[in-house]
């Protein structure tokens, strides 16, 4: 499955920072995708969560994790991605919600006009932010950067951990 992406790429390493922050329970977010609709995403949940945030030069490091993690996991796991927005003039907005309705069809990305949900998670401008979530809402472990095999297979370590899997960390 190939996820587009919105930019040119940006070099780095992936650095991964753990984190036991907690969310607010109840409703965290609402944002609404390319296609209109609206997602509200809620705390606590049945199942694991990673949440993707990226701004226009992150975006280009996103399918190095979303490929590997959806295919490792598919529907184990909820991934939501978030794209940052801030700063798009209205006049502009209807044209960049088509352009991710045609370079991103498959899927829904959450278009995060004002930062809000960026910056409420801590997201790093410039690089893919990586969160896995407990079903909780709380941040159980947080990448941020290009994803590295060793970087990957850490990520995988914390799902699996979270979803029981024998092997896990």
């Known amino acids: 499955m190939r996820f587009p992406t ?3 790429a940006v070099c780095g390493a992936a650095a991964f920072v753990a984190a ?3 969310m607010p329970r109840g409703v965290v977010f609402e944002l609404h995708d390319q296609f209109g609709r609206l997602h509200v995403v809620r705390f606590p949940r049945t199942r694991v969560g990673v949440l993707v945030l990226a ?3 992150g975006s280009e490091q996103i399918e190095g994790w979303i490929g ?3 295919a ?5 796991v909820v991934i939501e991605g978030v794209a940052r927005l801030q700063g798009v003039p209205e006049v502009l907005r209807g044209w960049i919600r088509a352009m991710f309705r045609r370079h991103v069809p498959d899927h829904p990305v959450l278009l995060d006009w004002s930062g809000e949900v960026f910056d409420r998670y801590g997201g790093r401008p410039g690089v893919a932010n990586v969160m896995v979530l407990r079903p909780d809402g709380a941040i159980e472990h947080r990448y941020d950067g290009a994803a590295t095999p060793e970087a990957l297979e850490a990520c995988f370590r914390r799902i699996d951990r ?3 899997s024998p092997g896990a960390d």
């Not at 490792?72 to 184990?76: C, I, K, V």
């Open 55 to 57: 701004d226009r030069r």
């Open 72 to 76: 490792r996991y598919r529907g184990a």
């Open 162 to 164: 979270l979803l029981g």
């Open 20 to 22: 036991a922050d907690s």
């Open 6 to 8: 919105w930019t040119a």
């Open 68 to 70: 590997p993690i959806y």
